[in-house]
Nanobody
């Protein structure tokens, strides 16, 4: 079993900052890509940022220059530093991890339950 748990969501004013954290735990042999997605009310879930085990990152255009994804491989943890937050960043933020639970070479994607980020004055 693998668990993925996000934390750090909150209510913040426009222009403010938040740092989200996500920890994967359980029967983990290795983790490849970890990522952050978000879903606003009435909208589909969208990719925010991803990071490989080697540190290669990818961002959606609207967050480039404002958000930074990072990870601590030893702790199976990924972070999302969000600066210059705007109301349109309001959403539930989900973390996922592509986990190998044994040495079979197969990876499975696990999702967290989400953490709410609300940007409002």
């Amino acid at each position: 079993q693998v668990q993925v748990v996000e934390s750090g969501g909150d209510l913040v004013q426009p222009g403010g900052s938040l740092r989200l954290s996500c920890v994967a735990s359980g029967s983990i042999f290795s983790i490849d890509v970890m990522g952050w997605y978000r879903q606003a009310p009435g909208k589909p879930r969208e990719l925010v940022a991803t990071i490989t085990s080697g540190g290669r990152t990818n961002y959606m255009n609207s967050v480039k220059g404002r958000f930074t994804i990072s990870r601590d491989n030893a702790k199976n943890t990924v972070y999302l530093q969000m600066n210059s937050l705007q109301p349109e960043d309001t959403a539930v933020y989900y973390c996922n991890a592509d986990v190998q639970t044994d040495d079979s070479g197969r990876y499975y994607r696990y999702w967290g339950q989400g953490t709410q980020v609300t940007v409002s004055s």
